[in-house]
C-alpha cells in the first residue's frame, strides 16, 4: 500500500485528487492539508511514500516546505505541484530536492502515474522538463538574470510584481515588512532594478506573471 500526504490551498483541486488516488487499489491518502505548517505539523513522524505539495501555499512557499521536509528527515518523495509553466519553477524545485514537477492542468493524466514512479524511488519529469534540464546543465552564465535570485527573492519579486505592497506580502508570508523589504533591496540590486517599474515590467517580459 501506497501511503499519500496531499497539500493544496484549494479544497477542490485537493478532493480531485483524493478523488483519483483513492480509486487507485494500492494507495491511501493519509493526510489532506491546505497549509505548509499543517502539512509540516501532519507528517510528522509518519511513513509515508509520496508527498504531493503545491508550490503556492498562503502561509509559506512550497519549496521552503520541502526544504524544511528533507531538514526533519522525512523520507517521502515529493511531487512539487503548480499552476506556473515548467519554465518558472520547475528546475528550482528539483535543485531543491523534488522528486518530480507536474503542472496543474496536467494533472487528470499525469498524477496517478508520477505518484507510483516517484514511490519507486525515481524521478518523474515530463519530456520537455528533460530537455530543459539538459540544456540548463550546460548553460552556465547564460542563465536569465532571476534564476540567480534566491527562492524567497523570485517570490517577492513576483509578488511586488502582482501589484501587492511590502506590509501585504509580509501578511501573506508571515514575516516583517523589514524582512520583505530587505528581500526586495536585494532583488533590485542582483537585477540592478531602480524602481518597482523595472520589477514589473521585467516580470511581464520573462513570462513571471500574467
Keep these: 500500500m501506497l501511503h499519500i500526504a496531499l497539500c493544496d490551498d484549494h479544497p477542490v483541486v485537493r478532493e480531485g485528487m483524493r478523488g483519483m488516488l483513492s480509486r487507485e487499489p494500492d494507495m491511501r491518502v493519509e493526510v489532506d492539508v491546505g497549509t505548509g505548517a499543517g502539512l509540516l505539523r501532519e507528517v510528522e513522524g509518519k511513513r509515508l511514500d509520496v508527498i504531493v505539495l503545491d508550490i503556492s501555499l498562503p502561509d509559506m512557499n512550497g519549496l521552503e516546505v520541502l526544504k524544511t521536509l528533507q531538514a526533519s528527515g522525512q523520507k517521502a518523495g515529493v511531487l512539487v505541484l503548480s499552476m506556473h509553466p515548467e519554465e518558472h519553477y520547475a528546475v528550482r524545485a528539483l535543485k531543491a530536492g523534488a522528486a518530480g514537477y507536474l503542472q496543474k492542468e496536467s494533472v487528470p493524466e499525469q498524477l496517478v502515474a508520477a505518484v507510483r514512479r516517484i514511490a ?12 530543459r534540464l539538459a540544456v540548463d546543465v550546460g548553460r552556465g552564465a547564460d542563465r536569465p538574470p532571476h534564476e540567480l535570485l534566491s527562492d524567497r527573492e523570485q517570490q517577492v519579486l513576483c509578488l511586488l510584481a502582482s501589484g501587492k505592497g511590502i506590509k501585504e506580502i509580509a501578511a501573506g508570508l508571515c514575516v516583517s515588512a523589514t524582512t520583505v523589504a530587505t528581500y526586495r533591496a536585494r532583488l533590485m540590486a542582483k537585477l540592478s532594478f531602480s524602481s518597482t517599474a523595472d520589477i514589473v515590467r521585467y516580470a511581464l517580459e520573462n513570462g513571471l506573471i500574467q
Design 120 to 131: 519507486r524511488g525515481k524521478r518523474y519529469v515530463t519530456e520537455s522538463l528533460a530537455e
